[in-house]
């Protein structure tokens, strides 16, 4: 696993530079800062930072991780993160590039970030912050030379003022000044949030909680002290799925946090297969108010 000497993570208890630390070849990869603090590597391929007290939010399952993972290796939103990256590499420095994936999940859409970064000759160092440790272990081993990190979004980031040129936000929590705080002055924000009607079919036959009203402009108000909006691009993608697929994408949300798969998957038994349904997202790109 890579630690980049030249993406500037912080030690979370101290804000000193963190940098890979000499290990046994056999052993853990390890990050270290110069007060002697330093965090190893689980065999997964991802690192703790949570220290003291961790978080009080509720972290994915790892039957919900598996769920994500299963579904969206089937490709059904690879439109959705085809514009995740379209949005991200026109925003990346021609020298240490740097991207933060935060709620980065299972990985899916980072992968597809630094596919089409590649595609293009170009290196980026990449970070993803997950408060799972189920999510990550899979994250690791789609993203390996990402640094994956099990972290809480509402906390500090462990990352450098001005260190990454985009921050992609995809249906998961959002601070503001945070992102603005990381974020270079070229930097982009890029937002991923659900429609009115998304997934509206399944969540009628799964239980799936629906769009909270309001949700819009309660975007809209946490962002405007830190960010500018400059474009929202809306992705409709129609879906056809079997029973097991539709368990899977409708548990693998916020809706597995409140009933099991096995009840999911018998709200669907009597079903016709395939079912329909239309996800509908929009892709919001957000640059930061000037620091002046």
């Given amino acids: 696993?890579?630690?980049?000497?030249?993406?500037?993570?912080?030690?979370?208890?101290?804000?000193?530079?963190?940098?890979?630390?000499?290990?046994?070849?056999?052993?853990?990869?390890?990050?270290a800062c110069g007060s002697?603090?330093?965090f190893d590597a689980a065999r997964q391929g991802y690192f703790n930072m949570l220290v003291g007290k961790g978080t009080s939010f509720e972290a994915d399952t790892a039957a919900?991780?598996?769920?994500?993972?299963?579904?969206?290796?089937?490709?059904?939103?690879?439109?959705?993160?085809?514009?995740?990256?379209?949005?991200?590499?026109?925003?990346?420095?021609?020298?240490?590039?740097?991207?933060?994936d935060a709620g980065t999940g299972t990985g899916h859409y980072?992968?597809?970030?630094?596919?089409?970064?590649?595609?293009?000759g170009r290196t980026v160092n990449a970070v993803g912050l997950d408060i799972s440790k189920f999510a990550l272990r899979r994250a690791a081993r789609l993203n390996p030379e990402a640094v994956n990190l099990v972290w809480d979004v509402w906390k500090r980031i462990p990352l450098a003022d001005g260190s990454v040129d985009a921050v992609t936000v995809i249906f998961a929590p959002r601070n503001p000044a945070e992102f603005a705080r990381v974020l270079r002055p070229h930097g982009r924000l890029v937002v991923v949030t659900p429609r009115a009607g998304h997934l509206s079919t399944l969540a009628a036959l799964?239980?799936?909680l629906g769009i909270e009203e309001g949700?819009?402009?309660?975007?809209?108000?946490?962002?405007a002290e830190h960010f500018d909006a400059?474009?929202?691009t809306d992705v409709d993608i129609p879906l056809s799925l079997t029973r097991r697929e539709a368990a899977d994408l409708a548990f693998m949300g916020p809706a597995g946090h409140h009933q099991g798969r096995d009840a999911i998957a018998d709200r669907l038994d009597s079903s016709p297969e395939p079912l329909a349904a239309d996800a509908k997202f929009r892709v919001l790109v957000y640059r930061p108010k000037s620091r002046l």
């Fill in 64 to 100: 919900m991780a598996d769920a994500r993972c299963t579904f969206l290796g089937t490709g059904h939103y690879a439109p959705l993160a085809r514009e995740v990256a379209a949005a991200v590499v026109p925003c990346l420095s021609s020298e240490h590039a740097a991207v933060l």
């Fill in 230 to 232: 400059e474009s929202a």
């Fill in 206 to 208: 799964t239980g799936m």
């Fill in 36 to 38: 002697g603090h330093s």
């Fill in 110 to 120: 980072l992968r597809a970030v630094l596919d089409a970064a590649a595609a293009q």
């Fill in 1 to 31: 696993m890579p630690l980049p000497n030249d993406l500037p993570l912080l030690c979370p208890l101290c804000l000193k530079p963190l940098a890979a630390a000499d290990t046994r070849a056999s052993g853990p990869a390890r990050m």
């Fill in 215 to 223: 949700k819009d402009s309660r975007l809209a108000s946490a962002m």
